[in-house]
């Protein structure tokens, strides 16, 4: 193991500027081991990947995930966060692949991706004309918590489909429970959003539907309130499969069941313009799985 920053990692992946804007106190010190056969590498995930199909059967199981073992609290962040991050050992970033010894490495690398999506809109909007922010499949609120202390600026809105999650946002974020909405997407008549002028935003959350992110896309884009959205998702549209890595991510989407066709979806949405869409390459030991896509209302 070799003791390297952050920073020397993400620099695969992110631009000078982006790097540039990310605070030092995201990019920490970890101990990591390069992966130096890709092929080895994924060879062995692939024969030892999950297989659980996502869909609106896994949600008794999400709701009792929430409630309990699915949380675990990172001393690093000083926060609750999904109990993935603690097991999860590794982290791509475009080509390559780092073993991380103690864990969260992936997620402090999302914290970097996440920040500089929404700063990327608004420098994109300088008239940035949304007053909030929701959080569309928030879970325990992890990603709220981050996002409050580095944009205080919005007003913070979640929404999952499970109430043990609203408990938890309402909990660790500090958000009245009646900003924190009971939104399934594979249920329309469920979908609920802020009263003022707010930006949707998911992060791995779209990924559980599969091909049934129509609806729910087409009612934030209908919605007069919605004026942008940031998406980090699977997104196997902006996948290289000539590449190891990316192969087989496209590969596991499809065991998994998850999301397919965000990216046409979106495009061909005439009431938005799409201003950023980039295939980062971060992801984990399964899934290279944190692609952007963000949009705009056309004014």
């Given amino acids: 193991m070799a003791q390297v920053k952050l920073k020397e990692i993400l620099r695969l992946a992110f631009s000078k500027h982006e790097m540039e804007s990310i605070a030092s106190d995201l990019l920490l010190d ?44 990172d001393d690093t962040l000083s926060e609750e966060v999904p109990y993935y991050f603690s097991t999860s050992r590794y982290l791509r970033v475009k080509s390559e692949v780092y073993l991380d010894r103690a864990g969260f490495l992936e997620l402090h690398a999302l914290r970097c991706l996440q920040k500089i999506s929404f700063l ?50 309402n909990i660790n974020c500090g958000i009245p429970m009646d900003r924190i909405y009971k939104v399934n997407f594979f249920d329309s008549y469920t979908f609920q959003s802020p009263g003022e002028n707010f ?3 998911t992060n791995a959350a779209l990924e559980q539907c599969g091909n049934q992110a129509k609806s729910f ?7 007069k309130r919605c004026l942008y959205g940031i998406h ?13 890595l990316d192969r087989q ?24 313009e799409i201003i950023k869409v980039r295939n980062y390459g971060i992801g984990s030991k399964y ?13």
């Fill in 120 to 169: 990327f809109l608004a420098k994109h909007e300088k008239d940035l004309s949304a007053e909030a922010v929701c959080e569309y499949g928030a879970g325990i609120g992890s990603n709220i918590k981050f996002l409050q202390n580095q944009f205080p600026g919005f007003r913070f809105y979640g929404a999952d489909w499970v109430e043990s999650a609203r408990r938890r946002i």
């Fill in 217 to 223: 896309l087409h009612y934030l884009v209908s919605n």
């Fill in 249 to 272: 991510s496209a590969s596991y989407i499809e065991n998994r069941g998850y999301l397919k066709g965000l990216l046409p979806t979106l495009a061909a949405l005439p009431e938005i």
């Fill in 30 to 73: 970890c101990e990591v081991e390069k992966v130096l056969n890709i092929e080895d590498f994924v060879s062995e995930v692939s024969a030892h990947e999950v297989r659980t199909r996502s869909g609106p059967h896994r949600k008794k199981e999400w709701e009792e995930g929430w409630a309990g073992t699915g949380t675990i609290f």
């Fill in 232 to 244: 980090i998702e699977p997104v196997i549209e902006l996948m290289d499969t000539s590449e190891p």
């Fill in 199 to 201: 930006i949707a935003f």
């Fill in 287 to 299: 899934l290279s799985g944190y692609q952007v896509i963000i949009w705009q209302k056309i004014k």
